[in-house]
C-alpha cells in the first residue's frame, strides 16, 4: 500500500514536472565545427560560439565546411548556434552578458543602445570605404556591425522565356511599359498567367510590393523627406508610394492579368509552376531569386530580376539595403579574434559566392542574376539624423497605417480587393486619401512630442 | 461524541485524511495548470489593458481607461464585430438543424448509430484540418497552378458559371459560416441526442394513450424537457459568434471583408505592437460574453430552479 502512495505521489509531480517543462521547447540547434581532437596541441586554442539565425546552413554541413580554413589558420574552433526564431530567442539572451561572442545583431536592439552590446569596429569613414551598408548598424559615426549579404529591397520576378515568347526584347522602363509586357504576355502565350498576385498569403506576399516603394522613388533620403518636408505619403506629383500603389492598383483591376481566383492561390505550388513557365511575373524580392532557381531545376536559366520599372531622368533606380549585420559581444573574452571572424565571413568566406546573394565587400564580384542591374543607378537609403532615427517607424506603427505589414485593415488589402472589385479610380483616391489623412495626424503629433 | 488527540500523520490516515490527501493529490496537476496557463495570464491581460505596452513590455506606461476608450470610440476596432452577426445567425440555423437532426436519430431509423458518428466526426477534426478541407472544396483556382475546387467542378459539369467563393466579400462570409456549421453541428446533435434520451419512456406512452401526434410530442414532451440544454447552446452559440478566429483566419487570412474582432484583437497586438489595446479588446469580449452568460441565467432562472425542486418534491412525496 505504501509503496503504491508513493508511486501515485510521484507520478503526479513527475506529470506536473512534464507539463512544465514541455513549455520550454529547445529549438536550437548547435553543430560543432572542427574535432575535438585538435584542441590539445596549443595553450591558446579558443573557441568562439556564432549565434546565427542561418539553422539551413548549420544543417546542411556548409557553415562548417567554410568554416575548417579560418580555423585552421587561427587555431581556433568555431561553434555555430542556430535559432530558428533567431529575433525573439537572442532578444532574450541579450538581457544577460552570456550572449555568444559573434552574432546577427538583432533589429530591435535600438540604434542608440547598440554601444551598450556591442564592441565597435572602427570609424565610419574607415569602413565606408571597405564595405557597402556599413552604416547600418552605426551610431555616432562608429561601426558596431557588418552586414552580411545585401538585398535588392524589391524587385519584379520574371520568366526570360516567357517574356522571350511574348516578343518581348526590351525590359519595361515605367508602370505603364510594365503593364503593356504583361497585355502582350496574356495575348500572345496561352495558358501562362501574366500576373501572379499569390493573394492568399497576401499578409506578406503583398507587402513585397513595399519593397519596391524607395526604388522608384529614385531618392536615396526618400523617407526622411516625407518626414522633413511632411509632404502626403501618396502624392501622384512625388514618385514613391503613388508610382508603385498605382501600378498594384491598375494591375490588380485587370481581371485579365491575374490569375481566376485570388483567394486560392499556393505559394509552394507557384515555385515550380513559375520554372516551368505557366506565370510570367510576381512582384519579390532578390532573396527569392535563389529559391525559384532551385525550384526550376533545368530551367534555372529562365528566372530572371529586374528592378522596379520607374525611368527618373533617364535613369532606373533600385535601393540595396543590408541583411542581419554580424557584430561581436562587448564581453567575449576574444573581441579581436572575433572581428577578425566577422570580417572573414562577410568578405573571404565564400558563403555569398556559394549562395548567389550579393556580397558586402567593395569589390567582389555580384551575383549573376544582377546582370540586369548592370545600367542600374544603386543607391543605399541614407541614414536617418539622430533625431529623427526611428520616427518613421513610431508613426508607421502608431497610425497603423502599417507600410510593411498586410493586416486585413491594411491599405494595401483594400487597395488589391477594391481593385478585384473593379471599384476603379474613384475608390483608389478614397482609400488613399483616407491613409494620407491618417499618416498625416500621426506625424503631427509624434514629431511634436 | 468522542475526541481523542490525534498527530497530523495519524489523522491523515482516517478515512476523512485520506479523502482529503487523495483529492488534493488529483487537483494538483489541473489546478497547477488553470493557475499557469490561465489565471495569471488572463490577470496579466486585465493589467496590460491599463497600459500602453509593446511586445518586450519595455518603458510600460498606466494610461488609465484610454485603451477602453479608443475601443470603443474608433469604428476600426468595434465595427469588426459586425461579421459576428453572420455567425450569430448562422448558429440559430445550426441549433434548428441539429435539433431536427437529433429528433431524427432518436426515432427507429435503420444506421442511425451509423449516422450519429459520420455528424459527430467533423467536431473531433482539428480546425486546421477543416479550413484545409474547405479551401479546396470552395477554390475556384485558376487551371494552371491552382485545380478547380470540389463546388466549382459540379457547377462546371453542370453547365454553370463558377462562382469566387472566397474572393467574392458578399459570399465570403456565408461560406465561412456554413464551414463553421458543418464542423459544430456534430456536437450540437450529440447533446440534444442525451437529453431526448434522457426523457422516460413512460411519458411517451402516455402521450401516446392521449392521442398526441409527432409535432404535439415534440412541442409538449421533447421541448420543455430540453430547454436548459437549448439555453446552454444558445449561450455557446453566442459565445462562439463573438469570438470566431480560427476559420477565417486560416481560410481568408481575414480578407475580403471576413475579418473577425479576434482577428483584429491578434493583429492589434501582435502586428502594431499595441499589446495594451489589444489586451482591452480581449477584456471587452470577455465581459461581452459573462453579460450575455448574466442574460441567459436570468431568463432561464425560473425554468432552470423550478425543475428540481419539482422533482425533490416529487421525490418526497414518493418516499411519503
Same mark, same amino acid.
Given at each position: 500500500?505504501?509503496?503504491k502512495?508513493?508511486?501515485a505521489t510521484?507520478?503526479?509531480?513527475?506529470?506536473?514536472?512534464?507539463?512544465?517543462?514541455?513549455?520550454?521547447s529547445?529549438?536550437?540547434?548547435?553543430?560543432?565545427?572542427?574535432s575535438?581532437?585538435?584542441?590539445?596541441?596549443?595553450?591558446?586554442?579558443?573557441?568562439?560560439?556564432?549565434?546565427?539565425?542561418?539553422?539551413?546552413?548549420?544543417?546542411?554541413g556548409?557553415?562548417?565546411?567554410l568554416?575548417?580554413?579560418?580555423?585552421?589558420?587561427?587555431?581556433?574552433t568555431?561553434?555555430?548556434?542556430?535559432?530558428?526564431?533567431?529575433?525573439?530567442?537572442?532578444?532574450?539572451r541579450l538581457?544577460?552578458e552570456d550572449?555568444?561572442?559573434?552574432?546577427?545583431?538583432?533589429d530591435?536592439?535600438?540604434?542608440?543602445?547598440?554601444?551598450n552590446?556591442?564592441a565597435? #569596429?572602427?570609424?565610419?569613414?574607415e569602413?565606408k570605404?571597405?564595405? &557597402?551598408?556599413?552604416?547600418s548598424?552605426?551610431?555616432?559615426?562608429t561601426?558596431?556591425g557588418?552586414?552580411?549579404?545585401?538585398?535588392?529591397?524589391g524587385?519584379?520576378l520574371?520568366?526570360?522565356?516567357v517574356f522571350?515568347?511574348?516578343?518581348i526584347t526590351e525590359?519595361?522602363?515605367?508602370?505603364?511599359?510594365?503593364i503593356?509586357c504583361?497585355?502582350?504576355?496574356?495575348?500572345?502565350?496561352?495558358?501562362?498567367?501574366?500576373?501572379?498576385?499569390?493573394?492568399?498569403?497576401?499578409?506578406?506576399t503583398?507587402?513585397?510590393w513595399?519593397?519596391?516603394v524607395?526604388?522608384?522613388s529614385?531618392n536615396p533620403?526618400y523617407?526622411i523627406?516625407?518626414?522633413t518636408?511632411?509632404?502626403?505619403?501618396?502624392?501622384?506629383?512625388v514618385?514613391?508610394?503613388?508610382t508603385?500603389?498605382?501600378?498594384?492598383?491598375?494591375?490588380f483591376?485587370?481581371?485579365?492579368?491575374?490569375?481566376?481566383?485570388?483567394a486560392?492561390?499556393?505559394?509552394?505550388?507557384?515555385?515550380?509552376?513559375?520554372?516551368?513557365?505557366?506565370?510570367?511575373?510576381?512582384?519579390?524580392?532578390?532573396?527569392?531569386?535563389?529559391?525559384? &532557381?532551385e525550384?526550376?531545376g533545368d530551367?534555372?536559366?529562365?528566372?530572371g530580376?529586374?528592378p522596379?520599372?520607374n525611368e527618373?531622368?533617364?535613369?532606373i533606380?533600385?535601393?540595396?539595403?543590408a541583411?542581419?549585420?554580424m557584430?561581436?559581444?562587448?564581453?567575449?573574452?576574444?573581441?579581436?579574434?572575433?572581428?577578425?571572424?566577422?570580417?572573414?565571413y562577410?568578405g573571404?568566406?565564400?558563403?555569398q559566392?556559394k549562395?548567389?546573394?550579393?556580397?558586402?565587400?567593395?569589390?567582389?564580384d555580384?551575383p549573376?542574376?544582377?546582370?540586369a542591374?548592370n545600367?542600374?543607378?544603386?543607391?543605399v537609403?541614407?541614414?536617418a539624423?539622430?533625431?529623427?532615427t526611428?520616427?518613421?517607424n513610431t508613426?508607421?506603427?502608431?497610425?497603423?497605417?502599417?507600410?510593411?505589414?498586410g493586416?486585413?485593415?491594411? #491599405?494595401?488589402?483594400?487597395?488589391?480587393?477594391a481593385? #478585384?472589385?473593379?471599384?476603379?479610380e474613384?475608390?483608389?483616391?478614397?482609400?488613399i486619401?483616407?491613409?494620407?489623412?491618417?499618416?498625416?495626424?500621426t506625424r503631427?503629433?509624434?514629431?511634436?512630442? | 461524541?468522542q475526541?481523542?488527540?490525534?498527530s *497530523?500523520w495519524?489523522?491523515l490516515?482516517?478515512?476523512?485524511?485520506?479523502?482529503?490527501?487523495?483529492?488534493?493529490? *488529483?487537483l494538483?496537476?489541473?489546478?497547477?495548470?488553470?493557475?499557469?496557463f490561465t489565471?495569471?495570464?488572463?490577470?496579466?491581460?486585465v493589467?496590460?489593458?491599463?497600459?500602453e505596452?509593446d511586445?518586450?513590455g519595455?518603458?510600460?506606461?498606466?494610461?488609465?481607461?484610454?485603451?477602453?476608450?479608443?475601443?470603443?470610440?474608433?469604428?476600426?476596432?468595434?465595427?469588426? *464585430?459586425?461579421n459576428?452577426i453572420?455567425?450569430?445567425?448562422?448558429?440559430?440555423?445550426?441549433?434548428?438543424?441539429a435539433?431536427?437532426?437529433?429528433?431524427i436519430?432518436c426515432?427507429?431509423?435503420?444506421?442511425?448509430?451509423?449516422?450519429?458518428?459520420? +455528424?459527430f466526426?467533423?467536431?473531433?477534426?482539428?480546425?486546421?484540418?477543416v479550413?484545409?478541407?474547405?479551401?479546396?472544396?470552395?477554390?475556384?483556382?485558376?487551371?494552371?497552378?491552382?485545380?478547380?475546387?470540389t463546388v466549382?467542378?459540379?457547377?462546371?459539369?453542370?453547365?454553370?458559371?463558377?462562382?469566387?467563393f +472566397?474572393?467574392?466579400p458578399?459570399?465570403?462570409?456565408?461560406?465561412?459560416?456554413?464551414i463553421?456549421i458543418w464542423?459544430?453541428?456534430g456536437?450540437?446533435?450529440?447533446?440534444?441526442?442525451? /437529453?431526448?434520451?434522457s426523457i422516460?419512456?413512460?411519458?411517451?406512452?402516455?402521450?401516446?394513450?392521449?392521442?398526441?401526434?409527432?409535432?404535439?410530442? *415534440?412541442?409538449?414532451?421533447?421541448?420543455?424537457?430540453i430547454?436548459?440544454?437549448?439555453?446552454l447552446?444558445?449561450i455557446?452559440?453566442?459565445?462562439? /459568434?463573438?469570438?470566431v478566429?480560427?476559420?477565417?483566419?486560416?481560410?481568408?487570412e481575414?480578407k475580403?471583408?471576413?475579418?473577425?474582432?479576434?482577428i483584429?484583437?491578434?493583429?492589434?497586438?501582435?502586428?502594431f505592437?499595441?499589446?495594451?489595446?489589444?489586451?482591452?479588446?480581449?477584456?471587452?469580449l470577455?465581459?461581452?460574453?459573462?453579460?450575455?452568460?448574466?442574460?441567459?441565467?436570468?431568463?432561464?432562472?425560473?425554468?432552470?430552479?423550478?425543475k428540481?425542486?419539482?422533482?425533490?418534491?416529487a421525490?418526497?412525496?414518493?418516499?411519503?
Amino acid at each position: 500500500m505504501k509503496f503504491k502512495k508513493l508511486l501515485a505521489t510521484a507520478l503526479s509531480l513527475a506529470m506536473v514536472a512534464t507539463t512544465l517543462t514541455a513549455c520550454g521547447s529547445d529549438d536550437s540547434s548547435s553543430s560543432k565545427a572542427g574535432s575535438e581532437a585538435e584542441s590539445g596541441t596549443s595553450g591558446e586554442h579558443v573557441t568562439l560560439q556564432v549565434l546565427t539565425h542561418r539553422t539551413d546552413i548549420i544543417e546542411s554541413g556548409l557553415l562548417d565546411e567554410l568554416t575548417d580554413e579560418f580555423e585552421k589558420a587561427n587555431n581556433c574552433t568555431i561553434e555555430y548556434v542556430g535559432y530558428t526564431d533567431y529575433a525573439n530567442d537572442v532578444a532574450t539572451r541579450l538581457s544577460t552578458e552570456d550572449y555568444g561572442d559573434v552574432l546577427m545583431i538583432p533589429d530591435s536592439v535600438k540604434l542608440s543602445d547598440l554601444g551598450n552590446f556591442f564592441a565597435p #569596429f572602427g570609424s565610419y569613414d574607415e569602413y565606408k570605404e571597405l564595405y &557597402q551598408c556599413a552604416d547600418s548598424k552605426m551610431f555616432d559615426n562608429t561601426v558596431y556591425g557588418l552586414p552580411t549579404a545585401l538585398n535588392v529591397a524589391g524587385g519584379i520576378l520574371y520568366n526570360k522565356q516567357v517574356f522571350a515568347d511574348a516578343g518581348i526584347t526590351e525590359l519595361p522602363r515605367t508602370p505603364d511599359e510594365f503593364i503593356g509586357c504583361l497585355e502582350a504576355i496574356r495575348d500572345n502565350c496561352e495558358g501562362v498567367i501574366p500576373y501572379y498576385t499569390n493573394y492568399k498569403d497576401a499578409s506578406w506576399t503583398i507587402t513585397q510590393w513595399q519593397g519596391l516603394v524607395v526604388s522608384a522613388s529614385g531618392n536615396p533620403s526618400y523617407e526622411i523627406d516625407l518626414l522633413t518636408e511632411k509632404g502626403d505619403l501618396f502624392d501622384a506629383d512625388v514618385n514613391g508610394y503613388y508610382t508603385v500603389y498605382k501600378m498594384l492598383f491598375d494591375i490588380f483591376s485587370d481581371p485579365t492579368l491575374i490569375e481566376a481566383d485570388p483567394a486560392t492561390t499556393d505559394w509552394e505550388a507557384c515555385k515550380p509552376a513559375f520554372g516551368e513557365g505557366k506565370i510570367g511575373c510576381m512582384v519579390l524580392g532578390s532573396w527569392a531569386v535563389g529559391q525559384f &532557381q532551385e525550384a526550376a531545376g533545368d530551367n534555372a536559366a529562365n528566372v530572371g530580376f529586374m528592378p522596379m520599372p520607374n525611368e527618373i531622368d533617364g535613369k532606373i533606380n533600385a535601393q540595396i539595403s543590408a541583411d542581419y549585420c554580424m557584430g561581436v559581444n562587448k564581453h567575449s573574452d576574444n573581441v579581436e579574434l572575433a572581428q577578425k571572424f566577422v570580417k572573414w565571413y562577410v568578405g573571404e568566406s565564400g558563403l555569398q559566392v556559394k549562395e548567389n546573394v550579393i556580397p558586402a565587400l567593395i569589390g567582389a564580384d555580384y551575383p549573376e542574376f544582377m546582370d540586369a542591374f548592370n545600367d542600374v543607378n544603386l543607391f543605399v537609403a541614407t541614414t536617418a539624423p539622430a533625431e529623427l532615427t526611428g520616427v518613421f517607424n513610431t508613426i508607421d506603427k502608431d497610425s497603423e497605417v502599417g507600410t510593411w505589414d498586410g493586416d486585413t485593415a491594411n #491599405f494595401k488589402i483594400k487597395l488589391a480587393e477594391a481593385a #478585384f472589385a473593379g471599384e476603379g479610380e474613384e475608390a483608389f483616391n478614397k482609400i488613399i486619401e483616407e491613409v494620407n489623412s491618417k499618416w498625416a495626424a500621426t506625424r503631427d503629433t509624434v514629431l511634436a512630442d | 461524541m468522542q475526541k481523542k488527540k490525534r498527530s *497530523f500523520w495519524q489523522w491523515l490516515k482516517t478515512y476523512e485524511g485520506q479523502k482529503i490527501l487523495t483529492t488534493i493529490l *488529483f487537483l494538483l496537476v489541473p489546478v497547477t495548470c488553470l493557475i499557469l496557463f490561465t489565471v495569471i495570464p488572463a490577470g496579466n491581460m486585465v493589467l496590460f489593458s491599463f497600459q500602453e505596452r509593446d511586445r518586450y513590455g519595455l518603458d510600460a506606461k498606466w494610461v488609465g481607461l484610454e485603451n477602453y476608450k479608443t475601443v470603443f470610440s474608433n469604428p476600426d476596432y468595434f465595427m469588426t *464585430f459586425k461579421n459576428s452577426i453572420y455567425y450569430l445567425i448562422g448558429s440559430f440555423a445550426q441549433q434548428a438543424l441539429a435539433l431536427l437532426l437529433a429528433s431524427i436519430l432518436c426515432s427507429k431509423i435503420k444506421l442511425r448509430n451509423f449516422f450519429k458518428g459520420v +455528424l459527430f466526426f467533423p467536431y473531433m477534426m482539428n480546425g486546421v484540418a477543416v479550413s484545409l478541407i474547405f479551401m479546396r472544396f470552395f477554390a475556384l483556382g485558376d487551371g494552371i497552378v491552382t485545380q478547380t475546387g470540389t463546388v466549382n467542378t459540379i457547377l462546371q459539369q453542370l453547365g454553370m458559371d463558377p462562382v469566387k467563393f +472566397l474572393s467574392d466579400p458578399s459570399i465570403a462570409n456565408y461560406c465561412l459560416v456554413f464551414i463553421s456549421i458543418w464542423r459544430y453541428i456534430g456536437f450540437d446533435i450529440v447533446m440534444y441526442i442525451g /437529453a431526448i434520451q434522457s426523457i422516460s419512456s413512460d411519458i411517451y406512452e402516455a402521450a401516446d394513450l392521449d392521442g398526441a401526434n409527432g409535432w404535439q410530442r *415534440f412541442r409538449y414532451i421533447v421541448f420543455p424537457s430540453i430547454k436548459p440544454i437549448i439555453s446552454l447552446q444558445l449561450i455557446l452559440a453566442i459565445k462562439g /459568434a463573438v469570438s470566431v478566429f480560427e476559420i477565417p483566419y486560416i481560410i481568408t487570412e481575414g480578407k475580403f471583408g471576413t475579418s473577425t474582432f479576434v482577428i483584429k484583437t491578434h493583429e492589434t497586438g501582435m502586428v502594431f505592437q499595441k499589446v495594451g489595446l489589444a489586451s482591452a479588446m480581449a477584456v471587452v469580449l470577455l465581459i461581452i460574453i459573462i453579460i450575455v452568460t448574466l442574460i441567459q441565467k436570468h431568463f432561464f432562472k425560473e425554468s432552470d430552479e423550478d425543475k428540481p425542486s419539482k422533482k425533490k418534491k416529487a421525490q418526497n412525496g414518493e418516499v411519503a
